[in-house]
């Protein structure tokens, strides 16, 4: 038999397939074509905060924008449209009116907003300098009114804090309080030179001045006053003489005697009243201030967190005194004082003026936690949850063992005195009264260690010559008790822990997520216009993301299951917010039914 032989190498045919040639395809694109937009309005998103500003702008009276035009003349922009436009800009992290009229005609949310109407910058400038700074209070604590009726707020917790905003003016147009009062001084010194230099001209000429016991009463005014009226006197009737002076040599001696006069009159007028005048002005702009700039004369300048050099500079700038509730501005102030304890009052104050709700709790930080506003707290009886500046370093155990504090000592009430770490008697000397420079007076009690000699922890207790000394204030000692009593309580306790998160949250949003680090306007009153602005402009924003949030299209568009958690747990975070039967029909349609399909 013949043996099959198979061959060594199969070889395979394969076919190649041919490449299919294909051209690129696009969607069509002809800009030069002619386009008609039926309805405008139909390119913006319902939840967009351009309708929330319609609907809140139109669900206020017309007779609001109204009242602060007198009438006659010429047409003018409808202030509801002007009101939408610039909170809209604003909205947006546009501040410059430049800017805000280049929207006008770019922006299609701002063109619906405003009919496709164009007001040019200036008048735009105009309306919110001038209109707004009379309809912005109104319209605020319109808006807040909405926000409780839709339960967004309670306006029961009342979260307070204050921040610095740069001011519109130049970092060294700086005037001190201090170098104004030197060189003032030093005027007044001249001012009695000049004086008593002309005194003694008038009593060689056998002329008075003024009486003697009228001298040390004139201001330094009055005596400027005479003081020219003197050397003007003096000047022309030398002049006169030297006039009818027909011998040369003595009319030179003459004219040369009377140069020091003339000299004396010049430096009264270019000189002397000038800085006078000046000195007056500047006192009279610095109030209770210490500083004021020359660009701005309403700013004080005030150490900012965020300078540029991360130095601390001072900076002309406000002090904006602001409360919120989730998240939602409540009220605000703006102050001229840098500090938040002096704000305190004057913020409760002007809330108290206004148609607002009063808080049931007003929450805060230490800055706040002085005698006087603990007392002020009492007298309007709102619960304050405000701790002292020491609140938090009483709770180490390293002050507990401090023996320089007076309070880790053991104290004897009926015998009033306390008994130091050495076992010696510290009594009761005296009582002492402490008024400050804003004239608040404070009651102290004196306590004096009956010998500290040889003691040998009087190294560690005090650093005095004499006897250790124990000022107490009992007053704010029985405060700071109650204060901390209340701020330990279970309840207020969660209450103060969402402080960080409410009032901090805000001021980052304006200051980082939209840039609203400078003022644009000058002046107290415009400054206090603009921020009003900021703040409503905050408000709106607020609303509209979580109409965004609630929104059909917006859990359409998830893709996750663990996205959905995540929403749902920042909105049970804020479940107060869920009385709200708009956000309860939401809630149910889009989260519960999400979940049990997932399942």
């Not at 009737?237 to 027909?246: P, V």
Request: aromatic share 10%.
């Amino acid at each position: 038999m013949e043996q099959t032989k198979l061959p060594l190498t199969i070889q395979e045919e394969t076919t190649v397939p041919q490449k299919r040639n294909s051209t690129p395809t696009f969607i069509p694109y002809d800009n030069q074509q002619t386009t008609v937009i039926f309805d405008i309005q139909d390119l913006i998103p319902s939840h967009h905060v351009a309708r929330v500003i319609d609907q809140m702008i139109e669900s206020v009276e017309d007779k609001v924008f109204f009242e602060h035009y007198n009438g006659g003349g010429r047409s003018s922009y409808h202030p509801k449209m002007m009101t939408k436009v610039i909170l809209y800009a604003y909205s947006q992290k546009v501040y410059s009116c430049r800017e805000i009229a280049k929207l006008v005609e770019e922006n299609i949310p701002t063109m619906w907003l405003a009919a496709l109407q164009k007001p040019d910058y200036r008048t735009i400038n105009r309306f919110r300098t001038q209109q707004m700074e009379k309809l912005l209070p109104k319209l605020f604590e319109e808006m807040i009114h909405q926000l409780i009726e839709e339960k967004h707020i309670t306006m029961e917790n009342y979260f307070l804090d204050g921040t610095k905003i740069e001011a519109s003016a130049n970092k060294y147009s700086f005037v001190w309080k201090k170098a104004t009062t030197k060189f003032e001084a030093k005027l007044q010194e001249k001012i009695e030179e000049a004086y008593q230099q002309i005194q003694t001209i008038t009593d060689k000429e056998g002329h008075e001045l003024s009486a003697q016991d009228e001298t040390s009463s004139l201001t330094a005014e009055e005596k400027l006053t005479q003081i020219e009226k003197a050397l003007v006197k003096k000047v022309e009737k030398e002049t006169t003489g030297i006039q009818l002076e027909e011998d040369v040599q003595v009319r030179k001696e003459k004219r040369r005697e009377l140069s020091p006069v003339k000299k004396l009159l010049k430096l009264v007028r270019e000189d002397l009243g000038p800085r006078l005048v000046k000195y007056k002005q500047q006192n009279a702009l610095f109030g209770d201030r210490n500083s004021y700039s020359k660009t701005d004369t309403d700013a004080t300048f005030m150490r900012m967190k965020d300078d540029h050099m991360n130095n601390g500079q001072l900076k002309p700038g406000y002090n904006i005194q602001m409360a919120t509730e989730n998240q939602f501005i409540l009220f605000y102030t703006i102050h001229q004082r840098p500090t938040d304890t002096r704000c305190f009052k004057p913020h409760i104050e002007a809330l108290k003026n206004t148609s607002l709700p009063f808080p049931k709790n007003v929450i805060a930080d230490a800055g706040y936690g002085s005698e006087e506003n603990y007392l002020y707290s009492l007298e309007e009886e709102f619960e304050a949850l405000i701790p002292y500046n020491t609140f938090l370093t009483e709770q180490k155990r390293s002050y507990k063992k401090d023996i320089r504090h007076a309070s880790n000592w053991a104290y004897d009430e009926q015998k009033d005195e306390y008994t130091c770490p050495n076992n010696r008697k510290v009594l009761f000397k005296r009582y002492s009264t402490r008024t400050d420079k804003n004239g608040f007076t404070r009651d102290f009690k004196i306590y004096e260690c009956e010998d500290c000699t040889d003691c040998p922890l009087k190294s560690q207790c005090t650093k005095a010559a004499g006897n250790r000394q124990v000022h107490v204030n009992p007053v704010y000692e029985e405060l700071k008790a109650k204060a901390k009593v209340n701020l330990w309580s279970e309840s207020n306790a969660q209450i103060y822990a969402r402080r960080k998160i409410e009032v901090e949250s805000v001021f980052g949003h304006i200051k980082g997520n939209r840039s609203f680090r400078r003022f644009s306007l000058r002046g107290l009153a415009k400054v206090q216009t603009e921020f009003g602005i900021v703040a409503m402009a905050h408000n709106l924003l607020k609303i509209a993301g979580l109409r965004q949030l609630l929104s059909v299209n917006y859990y359409k568009n998830r893709k996750t299951g663990e996205e959905k958690r995540i929403v749902f747990l920042h909105l049970f975070y804020f479940r107060d917010l869920l009385d709200s039967p708009f956000l309860v029909v939401r809630f149910q349609c889009f989260f519960i039914n999400d979940f049990k399909d997932e399942e």
